[in-house]
């Protein structure tokens, strides 16, 4: 029976790097056996400008239906002036909220052929392969109390609260150990213990989860100090598990580790139902890019990795993910570019030059 995937490329470049996926899903169609049901929706500020809304009831409801969703990117500047409940990024966290999607996994390797793309030196990217799982559906992205409130004297005050349950920590911590132990067996676990009763919780509570996977090995970081060992020696990490906020700092701030922002893939992923499945949302880590919207000039990779996940993940096609994964990587070796992971002596592309590229090395690794 043929996958249901859902595409929502929402605002900015989030269509152009989407257009790309499409064309990979295509082929893999055409030349993998990969059947798969596609159909599209709007999400975030495109939504609201057709529906009032950021997301609608109705795109929920193919979301949850979808066996994937993959999602481009949303926002822009053409909604700061929306109240927060309709801006597009309302849209994204609505649909995380509503699939329950709480573990966001967000890899950060470097590429062998981007090593020195990295604003880092070379021999502390090289090799580099960590994992953020990030806790995204709590903390103080969704916490109440939150608003801004005008005081008496006609000053305002604005709110956030930053609130975890023992059960959303938990969940999340077991999804940490659990693919640490698929790879170096390693989680650190970073939060703000020192000045936060929630970050306290988190220690403990990761701590008590830690007791059924005696075979990794746990540290607990406070966050701001995780911020500067992943610049000063981030090969030192193999899982970092964190809240909603951090994991969202943190990770963008590992991306540049790779090279780009335009690089990171993620994945979204909820509880496994009795038969295993989990609902899952895809998407490149990186926003709407307004800087460069409509240039046809954004690195579709970050998108097209988020689809190997999404092969990996939600679709048990781990050798299709694998042969995206190469031809990515033998793209970069080529030395095709995009501007943002340009270097000197390289060959630069748009969007679709990108795409092009990353599909004739698909053909050729896959004998085609
Ligand atoms: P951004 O990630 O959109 O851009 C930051 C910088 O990285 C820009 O200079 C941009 O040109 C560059 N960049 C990002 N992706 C790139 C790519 N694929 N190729 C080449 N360069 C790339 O972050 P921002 O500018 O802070 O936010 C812009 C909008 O995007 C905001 O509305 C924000 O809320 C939204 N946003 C959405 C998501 C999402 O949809 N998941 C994520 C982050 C930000
Ligand atoms: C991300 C983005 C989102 C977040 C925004 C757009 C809601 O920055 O996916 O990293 O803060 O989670
Ligand atoms: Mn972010």
Request: glycine share 14%; no cysteine.
């Given at each position: 029976m043929a996958y249901t995937i859902l595409i929502v490329a929402g605002d900015g470049i989030g269509p152009e790097v989407m257009g790309e996926v499409r064309r990979v899903i295509d082929w893999l169609g055409a030349h993998r056996g990969f059947d798969a049901e596609v159909s599209e929706d709007l999400v975030g500020g495109c939504s609201y400008d057709q529906h009032g809304v950021p997301a609608t009831d109705a795109m929920i409801e193919k979301a949850k239906a979808a066996d994937a969703i993959l999602l481009g990117a949303v926002g822009g500047p053409k909604w700061t002036a929306t109240s927060y409940d309709k801006r597009p990024e309302a849209g994204l966290l609505r649909l995380r909220k509503d699939l329950e999607l709480f573990a966001n996994l967000r890899p950060a390797i470097c590429f062998a052929p981007l090593v020195d793309a990295s604003s880092l030196k070379r021999e502390l990217v090289e090799g580099l392969d960590l994992l953020f799982v990030r806790e995204l559906t709590g903390g103080v992205y969704f916490g109440e109390p939150r608003g801004i409130e005008v005081l008496a004297d006609g000053s305002r005050r604005g709110v956030n609260t930053q609130v975890y349950t023992t059960e959303e920590i938990r969940r999340v911590a077991r999804i940490a150990f659990e693919l640490a132990g698929k790879r170096q067996g390693k989680v650190t676990s970073a939060e703000k213990s020192n000045v936060m009763e929630s970050g306290l919780l988190w220690r403990e509570e990761v701590t008590e989860v830690h007791k059924d996977f005696p075979e990794i090995k746990l540290d607990h970081m406070l966050a701001d100090n995780c911020a500067m060992q992943l610049v000063r020696?981030?090969?030192?990490?193999?899982v970092i598990v964190t809240d909603n906020l951090f994991g969202d700092i943190l990770s963008d701030e590992a991306a540049m580790l790779t090279?780009?922002?335009?690089m990171l893939p993620s994945a979204s992923l909820g509880a496994a139902d009795a038969s295993g499945r989990r609902a899952a949302l895809y998407e490149p880590i990186h926003g709407s890019a307004p800087d460069i919207a409509g240039k046809g000039v954004a690195n579709p990779i970050a998108s097209i990795l988020s689809l190997a996940m999404a092969l990996r993940?939600?679709?048990?096609?781990g050798a299709d993910a694998d042969l995206v994964e190469q031809a990515v990587e033998q793209v970069l070796t080529d030395g095709i570019r995009t501007g943002d992971i340009m270097q000197p002596g390289k060959t630069q592309v748009g969007s679709k030059g990108m795409g092009d590229a990353i599909l004739a090395a698909m053909a050729v690794l896959a004998g085609k």
């Open positions: 020696a981030p090969k030192q990490f193999d090279g780009s922002l335009g993940y939600s679709f048990d096609r």
